[in-house]
């Protein structure tokens, strides 16, 4: 170890990767990676994005595929659409993500941070890219950074920002495609821009919100402000499995020198890991927080591995104890319990969206209303009621009294007729010859209809008077 890699392994915990001993930022120019894990990642980085861009234009029986409208609490999820009454469901699901990421996190480490993560999937396989074609490798942009005020530097600058904030800029629409859906988006775009102010104030914000995590902030999104990254501490283990050094096989390190017999092991101390790092952190101090499981190192250590002749996997996968034990793979207890867990959720899930229904309809009595003898003897209880049609057809709906004799009369209407997507409200009145009310309160049965097809069935309390 030389005297700078002893330094820093001792002093690692103390300082920043990307704060300088001054305070300043450290800027990170790191390699581009290249190798096997690089080329996975690619794959499913840019399948990704396709799914990102692609998906709100997709419309199963006309509607979005999904579709989160905040501002109107109207959800579509696998074009089902899910209103503020299916809450629960999006709770459950909220908590099965949870659960999810948490047993991935403790099985797998930060996975998701490598894999999935949109901030990193935009910032590696989007912006970087860009600024690779702009600027030039890594040390390129380095040198570019130096180097004083020219028409060239300043003309790269100037293309490689108003990239960015283009790109960003699209990445705003997009988001925004899935909150009021692409249709709505496209209208917005043509309306003039007098029309539409806030949404354009809002997406501008966004916007510069994006462009700025890109362009300046980073890497520190994932080392700082993610809290995800912040819970690691908690959730892994020494059984997590994660990108590690094998220090066993790597330790003592020293450089290689040609025609001399090797005392030491098999890392010569190339500090290729460390330049190809998008964190700038050294894996060989140990399993850091600052660390997103990109494998980045994994493939430059390989490939000197195969330079050397060495075996590949000095770096690779694995957990803390399969590295100091040469263990295999524990699938603890914890982990056992998280899955099952997770297993309840995910069948608890399925049922619920499986028996959701379409037509939800609440009917309650009017409010200061206890009953009416009619003329004719029967007794009338008013009633109002508030259905929520979650499809995209309209539907005439129609009330029965169920199990017991008496008529509905519904007030100022002769019918109900549910537009698509949309809440109706009405009021009607339910008629029970008195004879037929054996208590002051008595639990009836309503059928809600529609087409002759029985689509729910309402409980509720019919006044009458005491006996
Ligand atoms: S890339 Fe491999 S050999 Fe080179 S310093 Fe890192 S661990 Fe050692
Ligand atoms: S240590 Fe390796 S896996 Fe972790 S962020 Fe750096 S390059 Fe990626």
Not at 252 to 264: A, D, M, V, Y
Not at 358 to 387: C, H, W
Request: hydrophobic letters at 40%.
């Amino acid at each position: 170890m030389t005297e700078e890699e002893l330094l820093h392994a001792t002093t690692y915990r103390d300082r920043v990767s990307t704060v300088t001993d001054k305070g300043k930022r450290n800027w990170i120019y790191a390699l581009k990676p290249k190798g096997k894990w690089y080329t996975y990642r690619k794959i499913i980085a840019y399948f990704y994005l396709a799914i990102f861009f692609i998906m709100p234009f997709i419309k199963v029986n006309g509607l979005p595929f999904m579709m989160v409208n905040l501002p109107k609490g109207k959800f579509i999820l696998f074009s089902k659409i899910f209103w503020p009454q299916d809450f629960f469901i999006f709770a459950i699901g909220m908590i099965t993500f949870i659960i999810f990421i948490v047993l991935f996190t403790v099985a797998f480490g930060r996975l998701f941070c490598g894999w999935v993560c949109p901030q990193t999937i935009f910032m590696e396989f989007v912006f970087r890219p860009l600024e690779w074609l702009i600027e030039g490798s890594p040390s390129q942009q380095k040198k570019l950074n130096a180097s004083g005020d020219t028409m060239q530097k300043t003309g790269k600058k100037i293309l490689k920002h108003a990239i960015f904030f283009l790109v960003s800029f699209i990445i705003a629409h997009t988001f925004l495609s899935y909150i009021l859906g692409v249709d709505e988006v496209i209208i917005i775009i043509k309306e003039p821009i007098t029309q539409n102010i806030g949404l354009l104030f809002g997406l501008i914000i966004f916007t510069f919100l994006f462009y700025a995590v890109y362009a300046y902030v980073r890497e520190i999104v994932c080392t700082t402000i993610c809290p995800y990254g912040r819970l690691q501490g908690v959730m892994v283990d020494k059984n997590t499995m994660g990108v590690s050094y094998d220090y066993q096989r790597g330790e003592p390190r020293g450089l290689f020198k040609k025609n001399t017999n090797r005392e030491f092991g098999d890392c010569i101390s190339c500090n290729q890991c460390v330049h190809v790092c998008p964190t700038g952190i050294d894996i060989r101090n140990g399993s850091q927080m600052e660390c997103v499981g990109c494998t980045a190192c994994i493939d430059a250590c390989n490939s000197v591995m195969d330079t050397m002749k060495f075996d590949r996997g000095l770096i690779r996968y694995a957990s803390e104890n399969e590295i100091s034990s040469g263990s295999k793979f524990v699938f603890t207890t914890r982990m056992k319990a998280y899955t099952v867990l997770l297993g309840v959720l995910l069948v608890a899930m399925s049922f619920m969206i499986a028996s959701r229904k379409t037509v939800d309809t609440y009917i309650s009595r009017a409010g200061g209303q206890l009953y009416q003898e009619m003329p004719n003897g029967n007794i009338s209880n008013l009633f109002e009621a508030k259905i929520i049609n979650k499809t995209k057809q309209e539907m005439p709906v129609t009330f029965t009294l169920e199990g017991i004799e008496g008529t509905v009369k519904l007030v100022g209407e002769n019918k109900i007729n549910l537009k698509a997507e949309d809440v109706t409200k009405c009021s009607f009145f339910i008629e029970i010859p008195k004879e037929k009310i054996p208590k002051h309160s008595t639990k009836i049965t309503i059928g809600v209809f529609s087409n002759d097809t029985k689509i729910q069935t309402i409980k509720i309390k019919f006044l009458g008077p005491f006996h």
